[in-house]
Nanobody
């Protein structure tokens, strides 16, 4: 069992930056690839960024490529998402996820989500 807790959401203006962090419980953090997903009002949840167990491989959605950086610290059981040049379309609830696969596609565990609102 893995429990995930996200922090760092909030209200920001267009063009600003924000860093989301996620802390995992348990001693098996390094066994999971980690990812960030988001869900905007009226839309389905979508993949944002993912990172492999070692941290050497990352993937990004086209919508955030070049603006976001995902990183992890296996010693601290944390994964972070740095988002730059935020746009109103980035407004969503952001979820941290843990996946037993090489990269997160169908996560096994989810956090409770943190709201990010980007004002124009």
């Amino acid at each position: 069992q893995v429990q995930l807790v996200e922090l760092g959401g909030g209200l920001v203006q267009t063009g600003n930056s924000l860093t989301l962090s996620c802390t995992a419980s348990g001693r098996t953090f390094g066994s999971y690839s980690m990812g960030w997903f988001r869900q905007a009002p009226g839309k389905e949840r979508e993949f944002v960024a993912g990172i492999s167990r070692s941290g050497q491989t990352t993937r990004y959605a086209d919508s955030v490529k070049g603006r976001c950086t995902i990183s992890r610290d296996n010693a601290k059981n944390t994964v972070s998402l740095r988002m730059n040049n935020l746009k109103p379309d980035d407004t969503a609830v952001y979820y941290c996820a843990a996946d037993s696969g090489f990269l997160p596609t169908r996560p096994d565990y989810w956090g409770q989500g943190t709201q990010v609102t980007v004002s124009s």
